[in-house]
């Protein structure tokens, strides 16, 4: 989730490194992550 926010703020090393994790993930995890991404930005924006 916090990779995904910080690549969605134009972090390139964030977006190096969520491709890492994202490759030990399942890929129902990553939905999640970006769900709740998604769900914080829309109460914190």
Do not use: P, V, Y
Not at 1 to 12: I, P, R, S, V
Not at 13 to 41: F, N, P, V, Y
């Amino acid at each position: 989730m916090w990779f995904d926010l910080a690549t969605q703020a134009g972090n390139e090393a964030a977006q190096k490194d969520q491709g890492l994790i994202e490759e030990k993930m399942s890929r129902e995890q990553i939905e999640q992550a970006r769900q709740l991404a998604q769900e914080w930005l829309g109460k914190h924006k």
